[in-house]
Nanobody
Framework: VQLQASGGGLVQAGGSLRLSCVAS????????WDWFRQAPGQGREFVAS???????RYGDSVKGRFTISNDNTGNTVYLQMSSLKPDDTAVYYC????????????WGQGTLVTVSS
């Protein structure tokens, strides 16, 4: 399974962006989609997650502003980001945890989001 993230870019504070992450390969079964981010000089921060069963969680810093969703196939996950702040500037990574016969983690390559003030 390979993940391809896209949708990052430069946006002004208060603006919106939608990130996408597409999984190629077989991800049948139970899995969890995550978005993380890493700002310059900082550790990786949890942003949002979506389980196969539809359970959604958000990091405290993005609650009420970001929305995670997926398409009907389940192979693509989105992160709709609104009311963006300069503090949201980071490289955003998607992650897929596949609970098959064994648990496997897959990471996308990251997409840069820059929010200007």
């Amino acid at each position: 399974v390979q993940l391809q993230a896209s949708g990052g870019g430069l946006v002004q504070a208060g603006g919106s962006l939608r990130l996408s992450c597409v999984a190629s390969g077989n991800i049948a079964g139970i899995h969890v989609w995550d978005w993380f981010r890493q700002a310059p000089g900082q550790g990786r921060e949890f942003v949002a997650s979506l389980t196969t069963g539809g359970t959604i969680r958000y990091g405290d810093s993005v609650k009420g502003r970001f929305t995670i969703s997926n398409d009907n196939t389940g192979n693509t996950v989105y992160l709709q980001m609104s009311s963006l702040k300069p503090d949201d500037t980071a490289v955003y990574y998607c992650k897929l945890v596949n609970y098959g016969s064994e648990i496997k983690d897959y990471w996308g390559q990251g997409t840069l989001v820059t929010v200007s003030s």
